[in-house]
Each structure stands twice: as structure tokens, then as C-alpha cells.
């Protein structure tokens, strides 16, 4: 077998693979034997079968069996000894028997990009802090969620939060537009019919159930029914039929959920859980500074026809979907393919691998998210194609994780000990980590 490589255009190779009558008989034999093996016919017994009977019924798979294998190993030799890299389909352009065979192949190749170094790139790394406010005002929040509802007391005053039934009307120029009948509005949360949500607060202060609020000014909302009188302005007069507030829980309630002896452990817990959403929002963040960053710096010369396709096939889903198609489209999808270009270009100097246990955390994840069945979810990816898009950004995740780290100057050995420390599952804010039930938030 011989492989010859020539520039076919720019970012383009043609592969020419051309094998020996010798190869092409061998190879075709072989494939006969293996065939031979399978043929049954009424009167001879397996492997007795002439010669002459066995190449009608199986010569012509037999020679379409060895073309397609001799067309993968010599594609294979192109890519392994040659250093050709593929991008998108490869087409084949000739086909030729005389003398033995000769294929013709041709593709798009990815191209040879530089990367920085790590040291090139400047990463916020800033040390997360949790205040004693964020702690207190976390476990207020969460002893409102687990908090009661029950009616105003008579001699309570509406507060934001509070949820109100009104009647009244909406009046224009002294005129009722629409009358208000049990109209409920949860205070301070969005406007009142156009009056902005914290002015209503401020109308509602020291207001009792039962209380009569007159000519409060408003302008109405687009919204509002009926139509004519939509975005002019009005007056609300109404009267606060009822009230139902949200009462929180005790926080003997928390402790017993968290299974905490008292107040400061309690506190202890909630700040190790807010310190661990910050380091991996920090993290996300980092990571999106070092993927902008590379865009920046690197220099990337973008296949044109791979691009031309990419373009048409956003303009086709676009289409199809009846959605608008942005005027920038071109910049944006090639935006993307130099993305793709970088990221790949950078797992490779990596040696970024991605493993069945990649994939099988991915999915559990995806499961837990979704509270679908795991092998439901495989069995989707399978069927719509869509597995090696999952593989393919597992594999950038990884690599930029990896990469984050060395701009971070954190060597190899110290995230592997991290990891370890943790189950083998880092710990926020660094490369790796996977969210699931051992997270504290």
C-alpha cells in the first residue's frame, strides 16, 4: 500500500491510497474464506463447496468488502502516520481497478494552530468570602421556605410579601374603566396594575384589612383590558378585603433538618455550603475569562467549505424552526468553529481523553437534573446522534478545566491530591468537579 498526500485547495488535502494486484487478490481472498463459511447449499457439505458456485454467490460482497476495508486502513494510515486531521465529510473522488486498485479521497483538514502559554493568559483568582450578612440572611430565606401561611391578624399592618385580595375600581378622569372584584396581589413582588411594586409598598404602609386606599396614581400596563385605556393614566381606589402572610419557620426547625446541635453550627454548615457556590460560580467564571481569552489570542485560519455548511445548516434549523435569522450569522457560526477549532486544538496538546465513566457521570447528572431514568436518557442520546456532541464538549470542559489550572499555576499533583481528599471527586473550584448528592448545595 502506498499513501500520497497533496494540497487540494486551501485547508484541503487529496488522499491518493494505491494497492497492488497482489494486496487486492489477498485481501479479496480472504474475505472469500470468511464468506465461503457462511454459504449453506442443499448437496454439499460446508467447506466443499466449488469454487466457481462460491464466487457467484458471494464475489461481488466480497469485492465490496475489501474496497471498503482497504479504503479504511489506508484512511487510517493517513491519519496515523500522515498527521491528516479530517474536518467533516471525506469525499470519495475516484475509484480505479486497472492494475490493482487506486482510491482518491479528499477533505477539509484542521488547522495547525499555536497555542499561548499559560502563563500567557491573566485569570481572576481572587479568594471567595462568605460574610456573617449572607449567612443570616441565607437562613432567613430558608426558614421562609419552610414556612406557614395564615390570614392577617386584625391589628397586623400589610407588609411586602404579604399576598392581598382587593375590590375596588380603576378610574379615569373620575370615570370606572374596570371594576376590581377578589383581586389578589402579592405586595412588593410586581407593580399593581402599573404602580411600580415599591411604591405600593410605601402606599400600603400602616394599612389594615378592611382599610380603604383612594386615588392611587398610576400609569395602566400595555396589558390592560380593556385595551383603549392600556398605557394612560389612572386612579386605584380599593379596599383590603383580606391578607395572608407567610410565617417562617422557627429556627429549631433548621436545626433539626440540618441535624445541627445549635445556632453557630447551623451557621457553620450554611457558610461552608454558600462558600462552595461561590467558588464554583468563581470557576465558571474563570473559565469563561480563559475560553474569551483564547479567542483573543489565537490566530485561527477557518476551513471555508466546513464553514459555508455550518452557516447553511443554521440558516436551514432557522427555517425550519420559523425563526429569525441575525444578520451576523456568518460571524457567529464562524465565531463558533474557531471556538471548536481552539478547544480541540487544545485537548489534543492535552492528550484530553474522554471515558465511559465521562460519559456515565454526564448522564447521571443529567438525570438528576431532569429526575428522568438514566438509561432513558442514554438511550435518547443514542437514537438522536447526539452522543458524540455530548463526548465532544465533555472533552473541551475538560480541557479547559485542565488548562485553567496550569494559567493558575496549580500543578497536576495537587489537584490529584485535592481529588482524592474528596472521593476522587475534586472539590469546588477545582478541574473536575461534578455536582451530585455529596454537594452542600
Known amino acids: 500500500m502506498q499513501v500520497q ?42 467447506g466443499k463447496i466449488p469454487r466457481a458456485v462460491i464466487e457467484k454467490r458471494v464475489g461481488a460482497d466480497a469485492q465490496r468488502q475489501a474496497d471498503e476495508e482497504l479504503a479504511n486502513e489506508g484512511l487510517d494510515q493517513a491519519t496515523r502516520i500522515h498527521g491528516i486531521r479530517p474536518l467533516g465529510a471525506i469525499a470519495a473522488d475516484e475509484i480505479a481497478r486497472d492494475n490493482g486498485l487506486r482510491l482518491v479521497f479528499s477533505c477539509e483538514v484542521k488547522p495547525t494552530i499555536t497555542l499561548p ?107 390592560f383590558a380593556p385595551t383603549e385605556h392600556a398605557n394612560q393614566p389612572a386612579e386605584l381606589t380599593f379596599t383590603i378585603q383580606s391578607g395572608v402572610r407567610l410565617r417562617p419557620a422557627a429556627v429549631e426547625v433548621l436545626l433539626g433538618q440540618f441535624n445541627q446541635p445549635d445556632l453557630a453550627a447551623l451557621q457553620g454548615v450554611i457558610r461552608t455550603s454558600l462558600t462552595n457556590v461561590a467558588e464554583d460560580r468563581k470557576r465558571r467564571a474563570q473559565v469563561e475569562s480563559l475560553t474569551a481569552q483564547l479567542l483573543e489570542k489565537v490566530t485561527v485560519e477557518v476551513p471555508p467549505l466546513t464553514l459555508a455548511k455550518a452557516v447553511a445548516d443554521t440558516k436551514a434549523v432557522a427555517a425550519k424552526d420559523g425563526s429569525a435569522i441575525p444578520d451576523d450569522v456568518d460571524a457567529k457560526v ?102 451530585g448528592p455529596d454537594c452542600n448545595h
Open 334 to 435: 464562524a465565531k463558533d468553529l474557531r471556538r471548536y477549532l481552539i478547544l480541540d486544538a487544545l485537548a489534543d496538546q492535552l492528550d484530553v481523553r474522554v471515558t465511559q465513566d465521562d460519559l456515565t457521570q454526564q448522564i447521571l447528572m443529567a438525570a438528576q437534573q431532569t429526575r428522568r431514568r438514566p438509561e432513558d436518557i442514554a438511550k435518547n442520546l443514542k437514537e438522536s446522534g447526539k452522543l458524540n456532541q455530548v463526548g465532544m464538549e465533555i472533552r473541551e470542559a475538560k480541557a479547559l478545566e485542565l488548562f485553567l489550572d496550569r494559567a493558575l499555576g496549580r500543578p497536576a499533583p495537587e489537584a490529584a491530591a485535592v481529588a482524592a481528599a474528596h472521593g476522587g471527586n475534586p472539590a469546588h473550584g477545582h478541574a473536575g468537579h461534578v455536582h
Open 117 to 223: 502559554e499559560p502563563s500567557a493568559f491573566t485569570i481572576d483568582d481572587a479568594a471567595v468570602a462568605v460574610d456573617d450578612a449572607e449567612v443570616d440572611g441565607q437562613i432567613v430565606t430558608m426558614c421562609r421556605r419552610l414556612g406557614t401561611e395564615s390570614a392577617l391578624n386584625a391589628d397586623e399592618t400589610v407588609q411586602a410579601g404579604d399576598q392581598i385580595t382587593l375590590s375596588g375600581s380603576v378610574l379615569r378622569d373620575g370615570a370606572e374603566v374596570r371594576k376590581l372584584h377578589d383581586f389578589k396581589h402579592l405586595v412588593g413582588e410586581y407593580p399593581l396594575l402599573g404602580k411600580p411594586a415599591e411604591d405600593v409598598v410605601a402606599a400600603l404602609k400602616d394599612k389594615k384589612v378592611g382599610d380603604v386606599v383612594s386615588g392611587l396614581a398610576t400609569t395602566l400596563p400595555g396589558t
Open 5 to 46: 498526500i497533496d494540497d487540494a485547495g486551501t485547508l484541503r488535502k487529496r488522499i491518493t491510497i494505491t494497492y497492488s494486484v497482489d494486496e487486492v487478490a489477498a485481501k479479496r481472498d480472504l474475505l472469500m474464506g470468511k464468506l465461503a463459511d457462511q454459504v449453506r447449499l442443499p448437496g454439499f457439505r460446508p
